[in-house]
């Protein structure tokens, strides 16, 4: 039996408290503590429901009442219990007229689940999350940013921390914990939303749909092919679905791509824009910059290789010898000395845009120039124009 508890339910952005922290992991383990409050049973799965809205304590979550066709919301009475709103949540659409649940699955998964008060038109969204995990990234859809169903309250939404706290390796030696990472945790959670959902709209969601990028698109393929019958519909962007083979090879191929020998970046998040648009044109992409099928482009980087005295700037912009390796690289993806590919994954021409942060960094600020009169140091003035060879 896995033993679940809610923590604080609260309707002000950016306040809500966690409760009830610790859950029973097993026989011969300290019991965690349960405050008075209702159960509720799913399977073999029991829920414990510690009710907490706004800053009151002891009201039981609400069943819904249809107010029009695809619609629902909590009854007046609950919404008026939840207090005034203020200008900062006017100012936040994302977290406007939403419940923040928050709460643990034994042994220690946390999880999120943001309810909407006014809107909900029975769908659900389960968000993955990225690199090792270890938070909640209940606001991060990464597929779905920005769109108007999520802005406008049409679903509930939910995340967990995938059964560890923070981003370090550590609970990989736990064999439980390795497993809530691997595989476990967000089908529980889904049970959990689940339930959560059915108490608070008195329905159930009609469609649950999953959207996770890196680490979320492993979380994504890892639902499709164990529990495929959990959500209607899976957006898998990205997938680090083998774990081991991309760190092993694939991060550390374009990392020595970008730092070739040891030495200084090629290339910088500076360098992205102006070598997207080559990209673009270099593929014969149309004016809608989208490349239809990346696969097909073979567009090579030397094509743009400065000449001898040539500067490269944002209207006129060309590769060092060296960038046009790097690119290459990274291009071709990780293989042996046979040319065969060590990993089933390379940076398609195109994806330039995104590899800020992943597998190019800012560039490093311009090198302080001590004045000869005063001895004090001065900074020197950046330039868009860089000399090539």
Partial sequence: ??????????????????????????????????????????????FGQHHHLG????????????????????????????????????????????????????????FEIKLPETGWQANYLQVGCGGLCGNTSVNNAPASAGCVPLTTGAFAVASSDEGHYQGGGLFSTDPTLRADFGYKSDHELLQAAKAVIQQYYGQAATHSYFDGCSQGGHQALTEAQRYPTDFDGIIAGAPANNFTALNTFSHAWTAQSVYLSGGPATITNADLADLHKAVLKGCGAPADGIIADPLSCTWDPGTIQCGTGQTSTSVTYCLTPDQVTTLRRIYAGPTDEHGQLLYPGHQLRGSELNWAGIITRPPLPAPAVTSASSGRPCATRSSTARSRP
């Fill in 55 to 110: 800053h009151r304590t002891g009201h039981v979550l609400p069943r819904h009442h249809p107010t029009r066709p695809g619609q629902l919301r909590p009854r007046r009475a609950v919404r008026d219990r939840l207090g005034h709103r203020d200008r900062r949540e006017r100012q936040h659409p994302w977290r406007l007229g939403r419940l923040d649940v928050k709460g643990v699955i034994a042994p220690q998964l946390h």
């Fill in 1 to 46: 039996m896995v033993s679940v508890e809610l923590g604080h339910f609260h309707s002000h952005p950016g306040r809500s408290h966690r409760a009830g922290d610790r859950c029973e992991r097993g026989a011969g383990q300290q019991r965690g503590r349960h405050r008075a409050g209702r159960q509720l049973r799913l399977g073999e799965r029991r």
